[in-house]
Structures are given as C-alpha cells and as structure tokens.
C-alpha cells in the first residue's frame, strides 16, 4: 500500500518538486538582496538571479527573456492581459472575445469589462469541451480587438487549437491571449510558431512555488503595448510594480527548466498511469462517460462521470484519495461546473463528475490503490441510492 492519503489533483496545484526548493533555498537564507538595489553585490546576485529565471522562462515557451514579466500568480497576469491592452486598441473597437468553458480567473475579468461598457462576446466549446477556430472566427466582427482562449482546459484537459486561432487572429490583427497555465510544461508551446501575443502562466501548476507566475508580452510584429493594473517602483519595465520576490522567481526558472528537459519523459509516463486508472475503472464499474477530448487531452487528466452518484459525496467517501470536481479556485461555489454544463452535461451528471489529475510524482502503486478505493465508494453510494429509491 502507498502512503496515505494519494494525491490526484494536481490540477489544482502541483507538489514543488525537490530541486525547485533547493535552487530556491539559498536565496531565502544568503542570497536575499533587493534585485533592484544595484550599488552593492547583495543586489547584483539578487538581479543576477532574476534575469537567469527570466530566461529560463523565455526559453520554454520560445520567447525573448526581454518579453517576460512576472507576475503573483496566472490571475494578475490574465487581467494585466485583458486590461493592459485596451487604452492602446479601444481607438480600434470595443469588441473582445473568449469562450463560456475559460477559467473564472478570464471570465469574471470579461464580465468587469462588459459593466464597463466593453462588448463581450463568450462563445461556445463544443461537446469535447474544445473551443474551435471556426467558433471564434463566426463571433468576430470588424470592431474586435482581443481574443482570449486558453490553451488546455482545467478541468476536463482538452487542448485547444491555439496555433489556428492565433493564426486567425494575426491575419486580421487582432490581439490574441492565451490562459495556458495547465499546458505550459506539459505540452510543447512556442508563442512565435503559434502567433500567440499575450500568455499568461503559473509555477505551482508545474511543480513551482505558489505566489508567482508570468506574462509573456509580445514585442514585435506586432508589439502589444499594455498599461499597468497599478503603480509604484517601475519595476519589469512599468508593466509590473513591486519588489521583485527573487527566491520564487528562481524557483519559477528551475520549474521551467526541468519542464524543457523531462516535459516528454514525464508526459510518456503519465500518459500510461492515467490510461491504467481509466481502463482499472472501466473494468470494475459501468455507467462512467469520459469528460474532455478523447485524444486531444493533457496527459493528467482524467475527468469521469459516475452516473447515480454524486461527486461531493464519492469525495467523501474515499479520504484517502485526493481528488476534485472542478476547478479549485471556485470550489466554494456549489453549483456544477460550468465547463461541463457548457459541454451539454445536465446539473445531475455535472454534479456526479470527478477530475483525476495525475503528475510527476504520481506512482503505479498509488492509481492501483485509487481503483480500489473510488470503486468500492462508487459501489456502495449507488447501493445506498438504491436502497433509498
């Protein structure tokens, strides 16, 4: 038996991973200058140490290090995204565009921005949970100026078409952003080849620390000029102010690093764990559909729908397994989830849903206890209703 309790969520955040923490050690304890103090050593190592994240940065997503700005975390950065843009392009249109199954973390920003007068459009993913080019393109109109899709779905890990969509968007110039925070180190992305000029990224979604993340701003053909959500020092170039917290930038840098060189060994490896934990459910309990993209998925994910279950009470029943029904960052609210209601699932088997999300660390011996534990859960909360009925 592995130890207990087994994590499965790492949808929701991610283990750092050991040399993360190493590489970041130092700069709590020796290393804890001001980046931007630049009269003495203390902060030439400290900025030394930023520009060397900053690059490891650049480097996974085929970017210029000069293009990176770190952020708090994925959610400042898609607002810088969405609102930075708009004083430089609202001479151009008024119309912005994303899709109903986008994280809260991009809708709710875009609902702001309607009650401030923008037009909005979200439009719809189809039964995969996969936001099309030819969606995107039957919504735009002469007056649109951004368009944001994310890269990977969080809660049913479908990916999107981005390089078409960014194509789309160049050759009517509009702005394209994409919320890859669950792709960036799990799937090749290069923002040049896929004509991406806003991206929006997280380190604790890839085995970083928590609190900092990153915008990659394009520079040139074309430029994206963006005003700050706030003001204060000028640091990253005005865009971002504040005192740069220069251990989880490293750590941010070593999590891009691994991620460039094991992202295909990890995801060959997850890839056939989360297939044992499909095809072990599948063996032992009927009426489960699989959520997302048959193939087109994140290799962590597995979301499935218990039918006759309810999926806060299957959580509850097996403690020793963590896993989630939706996306973490609204798992306060105890309505289903959007994204499967929008891929056509009706609020019964949105509620009966569960997300698997498989990582690094995850063991064989770890998906063959989960098997076990969700089904005998499953198994007996559908002999409960029974009983009830």
């Not at 000029?225 to 251990?247: A, H, I, M």
């Not at 729908?305 to 973490?328: K, N, W």
């Not at 798992?331 to 609020?347: C, F, I, K, T, Y």
Request: proline content about 5%; hydrophobic content about 40%; aromatic content about 6%.
């Amino acid at each position: 038996m592995p130890p207990l309790p087994v994590y499965l969520d790492n949808h929701s955040t991610t283990k750092p991973d050991p040399r993360v923490v190493a590489a970041m050690w130092p700069y709590f304890t020796e290393i804890y200058g001001n980046a931007a103090s630049i009269s003495h050593t203390f902060g030439w190592d400290a900025g030394e140490a930023v520009d060397r994240g900053r690059e490891q940065v650049a480097t996974l997503i085929g970017a210029d290090p000069k293009e990176i700005v770190f952020t708090s975390g994925a959610t400042e950065a898609n607002n810088l995204a969405m609102k930075g843009p708009l004083d430089a392009l609202k001479k151009r249109g008024n119309h912005l565009v994303s899709a109903v199954s986008e994280h809260k973390a991009v809708i709710d920003p875009l609902k702001r921005l309607a009650r401030e007068g923008w037009d909005v459009t979200f439009v719809p993913c189809d039964a995969t949970g996969m936001v099309t080019a030819r969606a995107i393109e039957a919504a735009l109109t002469d007056r649109t100026v951004l368009v944001s899709v994310m890269a990977a779905n969080n809660e049913v890990g479908t990916i999107n078409p981005i390089t078409a969509i960014g194509r789309l968007c160049h050759d009517r110039g509009i702005v394209f952003h994409t919320d890859a925070t669950q792709a960036v180190g799990k799937i090749p992305i290069d923002v040049r080849a896929d004509g991406i000029d806003l991206l929006s990224l997280s380190a604790h979604k890839m085995y970083g620390p928590k609190g900092i993340g990153a915008l990659y701003v394009r520079r040139r053909d074309p430029q994206v000029r963006l005003q700050p959500l706030f003001d204060g020092g000028g640091q990253e170039r005005g865009f971002r102010s504040g005192t740069l917290p220069v251990p989880l930038i490293v750590g941010l840098g070593e999590a891009c690093r691994l991620a460039s060189e094991e992202r295909e060994t990890d995801h060959s490896r997850i890839f056939d764990l989360r297939e044992r934990l499909h095809r072990g459910l599948l063996e032992v309990l009927p009426m489960i559909r699989l959520n997302g993209h048959p193939s087109d998925r994140l290799a962590g994910n597995l979301n499935l729908t218990f039918e006759g279950v309810d999926g806060e009470a299957l959580m509850m029943a097996m403690r020793d397994v963590a896993v989630s029904s939706g996306s973490a960052c609204s798992s306060s609210n105890p309505e289903p989830s959007h994204v499967l209601r929008a891929m056509g699932l009706d609020d019964d088997l949105a509620r009966a849903s569960l997300r698997f999300g498989l990582g690094r660390f995850t063991t064989a011996e770890e998906i063959d206890f989960a098997i076990e534990a969700v089904s005998a859960a499953v198994k007996r909360l559908r002999g409960l209703t029974a009983i009830a009925r």
